[in-house]
């Protein structure tokens, strides 16, 4: 089955301390970005990457690092998690950024909560 | 400031009626707009797409109206099911850009 899989889907944890959320897919895709949902403000995007070894900011990126070693996983990483990074994640990826003919499937999504 | 706009964060249509979601947006570079659904404990998925060449989209039930002069495009959903009821998700691309900018979400709540 074609999918996303993003894990944890739940994650509670301390200021900072070091995490990371993972994103696999099974659909040879070349895009793969993260967003984050937050109320009233929508899915804002954090990073993506247009294939291995090419990533880049998109709007939210502070506080963010990722990494593209392989085409099938996108890593998110939290390198001192703060309070205002509370937010549900979701993973995303297409065959292309254009989105033409290549909607972007997402994962489950990953709540993560930082006390 | 915010390039595509939900005004309306939610909306209530009875079974088998229309349900008309509205979605505006500021950027005139835009040239693709996509829906997305998205029901609690899972991710949006696609739902239909328009390009900016185009005026209306239409795939069964579902419907998009493109609007250029007003910047403005509608879902129209015919006739409502009680498992359409779901978060909307507005997308809009810019010309040759690698990125979506998302609306804030429109939820929909169809009754029996």
């Known amino acids: 089955e074609a999918q996303v899989t993003q894990n944890p889907r739940y994650l509670i944890t301390v200021t900072g301390k070091k995490l990371t959320v993972t994103c696999s897919q099974n659909m040879n895709h070349e895009y793969m970005s993260w967003y984050r949902q937050d109320p009233g403000l929508g899915l804002r995007q954090i990073y993506y990457?247009?294939?291995?070894?090419?990533?880049d900011k998109g709007d939210v990126p502070e506080g963010y690092k990722v990494s593209r070693k392989e085409k099938r996983n996108f890593p998110l990483i939290l390198e001192s998690p703060s309070p205002n990074q509370t937010s549900l994640y979701f993973c995303?990826?297409?065959?292309?950024?254009?989105?033409?003919?290549?909607?972007?499937?997402f994962g489950n999504g990953t709540r993560l909560t930082v006390t | 400031d915010q390039q595509v706009k939900q005004n309306s964060p939610s909306l209530s249509v009875q079974e088998g009626r229309i349900s008309i979601l509205n979605c505006d947006y500021t950027n005139s570079m835009f040239d693709y707009f996509l829906w997305y659904k998205k029901y609690p404990a899972e991710g949006p998925t696609f739902l239909i797409s328009?390009?900016?060449?185009?005026d209306k989209n239409e795939d069964g039930r579902f419907t998009v109206f493109l609007n250029k002069s007003a910047k403005h495009l509608s879902l129209h959903i015919v006739p409502s099911q009680p498992g359409d009821s779901a978060v909307y998700f507005c997308a809009a691309r810019k010309g040759g850009s690698e990125k979506l900018v998302f609306g804030k979400g429109t939820k929909l709540t169809v009754n029996p």
């Open positions: 328009i390009s900016s060449i185009k």
């Open positions: 990457s247009m294939n291995v070894e090419v990533t």
């Open positions: 995303a990826s297409s065959w292309t950024g254009g989105f033409l003919n290549s909607p972007l499937h």
